[in-house]
């Protein structure tokens, strides 16, 4: 997992100068003295975004539509690490093993006696 670093609050006036105060989830303008805001990930950090300072990465968006985004991003990551142990062979166990199934030990013959795999 990737550590965050913290902005300083000269870093995100820089940030929010940089993008004319322009949120980059809705495209409306902050008003910064009113308006909550935050900084966001364009591209979320677990999904390989940069947060080097400088960076094209982090910019300003209102809190409502940070939180939205960061709701749809979750969903995103969690995608992502289930494409990425399926692509190292990396199979899931089911919470419960069903009575009967392939996971289980135990097969019913088709004469009605349960036997051992």
Same mark, same amino acid.
């Given at each position: 997992?990737?550590?965050?670093?913290?902005?300083?609050?000269?870093?995100?006036? &820089?940030?929010?100068?940089?993008?004319?105060?322009? $949120?980059?989830? $809705?495209?409306?303008?902050?008003?910064?003295?009113?308006?909550?805001?935050?900084?966001?990930? *364009?591209?979320?950090?677990?999904?390989?975004?940069?947060?080097?300072?400088?960076?094209?990465?982090?910019?300003?968006? &209102?809190?409502? $539509? &940070?939180?939205?985004?960061?709701?749809?991003?979750?969903? &995103?990551?969690?995608?992502?690490?289930?494409?990425?142990?399926?692509?190292?062979?990396?199979?899931?166990?089911?919470?419960q093993i069903v009575p009967?199934?392939k996971a289980s030990i135990?097969?019913?013959?088709?004469?009605?006696? *349960?036997?051992?795999?």
């Amino acid at each position: 997992m990737t550590r965050r670093r913290n902005i300083s609050a000269s870093e995100a006036a &820089h940030i929010f100068s940089a993008n004319a105060g322009l $949120c980059h989830c $809705c495209g409306y303008k902050i008003d910064g003295g009113r308006e909550a805001w935050d900084v966001d990930h *364009v591209i979320p950090l677990e999904l390989g975004g940069d947060e080097t300072k400088g960076s094209d990465n982090l910019k300003p968006a &209102h809190t409502k $539509c &940070h939180k939205a985004k960061t709701k749809t991003d979750i969903g &995103h990551i969690a995608k992502g690490k289930r494409q990425t142990q399926r692509t190292l062979g990396i199979k899931r166990q089911p919470r419960q093993i069903v009575p009967g199934s392939k996971a289980s030990i135990w097969k019913k013959k088709l004469d009605g006696t *349960v036997v051992k795999r």
